[in-house]
């Protein structure tokens, strides 16, 4: 997300001519469309916008008004964010019934090295309002006796609170594309393995029934397509043999919780971005961050042998040579 161009996003049902109906809106307003991006899923259309409004011939109150009354003729429902919206950046946390994420970023935050403000837990379960309590968050249960959760509710929870970042901290629900389009790489959830090893659930059973000796974590970017959204950080710890679930459970989850908060800095603080479904840093060279395993065990590693062979034999015989001479 560029911060100095405006972010404009419509939603709806998908139709002929949605596309046309907006950009002309904005080609008469004098601002230009730097980039576009659209996708249908289950009947759902979403067009996410950056445009240049520096040159607009209209005031922003009046964009917002003008493209909420074409949405109301189309039907869909539009968005728009100026670079001045998100000066402070505010995150919704979702949550199901598992602590040590929310509890690692309501620390990270107490302690002034989140870089944002939490503004809301919501869950699909009441378990952790206490946790929520305990740092004076509101806390909003949207789920029945089942989990199940009231979307229409959270959509509108997420408008009220003016979230910029939606957090999924371990929350065991599957958002739909109308959730996941209106927030598009806006979401990040945090998954017990290396992805794209192990997607969906019981990730970490699922690494020991393979057998691996090494399992990890992801935090990602969410997509539409379970599991599979642009990765930003992982971590990875061995496994031991004859490791149970809990076990892993017990090396993971404290890295569930690290690397999260490291995908969350490096979005909000603009540092990395997402192209054809891949993250980036902006600028690799004046950045701390973690995004895989520590530098240290790069020392480890070997840098030989590699691929060459006869390159390494044609040196070895002119040094040969030279020493004969």
């Not at 995150?91 to 509890?103: F, M, N």
């Not at 240290?296 to 590693?301: A, G, Q, R, V, W």
Request: charged residues 30%; hydrophobic residues 40%; proline residues 5%.
């Amino acid at each position: 997300m560029r911060h100095a161009l405006t972010e404009i996003t419509v939603i709806g049902e998908d139709d002929t001519g949605l596309i046309a109906e907006v950009t002309s809106l904005l080609f008469e307003r004098g601002i230009n469309i730097e980039d576009l991006d659209q996708a249908v899923r289950e009947g759902v259309f979403r067009m996410t916008m950056h445009v240049d409004t520096a040159e607009m011939v209209t005031t922003e109150a009046k964009l917002r008004e003008d493209l909420t009354e074409l949405g109301a003729e189309l039907g869909v429902d539009t968005q728009v964010r100026f670079p001045a919206d998100r000066e402070t950046q505010s995150i919704a946390v979702l949550v199901t019934k598992e602590s040590h994420c929310l509890e690692a970023l309501f620390e990270a935050w107490a302690n002034g090295d989140l870089g944002a403000d939490i503004e809301v837990v919501i869950g699909n379960h009441d378990d952790l309002e206490p946790l929520a309590q305990k740092y004076d968050v509101p806390f909003h249960d949207i789920g029945d006796e089942k989990g199940t959760p009231d979307e229409a509710h959270l959509l509108d929870l997420l408008a009220e609170y003016d979230a910029d970042l939606i957090v999924l901290a371990r929350y065991m629900r599957i958002l739909s594309p109308d959730v996941v389009f209106r927030y598009e790489n806006r979401i990040i959830n945090v998954h017990p393995s290396l992805l794209p090893a192990f997607p969906g659930a019981s990730a970490y059973m699922q690494a020991i029934e393979e057998g691996v000796r090494i399992a990890g974590v992801t935090a990602h970017y969410v997509t539409t397509d379970l599991d599979q959204g642009p990765i930003i950080t992982q971590r990875a710890f061995n496994v031991p043999d004859d490791a149970t679930e809990e076990d892993l459970q017990k090396l993971g989850q404290p890295l569930e919780a690290e690397a999260l908060i490291e995908g969350i800095k490096l979005h909000l603080n603009d540092e990395v971005t997402v192209h054809r479904g891949r993250t980036k840093l902006r600028d690799p060279e004046n950045t701390d961050a973690q995004l895989g395993t520590p530098e240290t065990l790069e020392d480890e590693n070997p840098d030989r042998p590699i691929d060459g062979l006869g390159e390494f034999v044609a040196d070895e015989d002119e040094a040969e040579a030279e020493a004969d001479d």
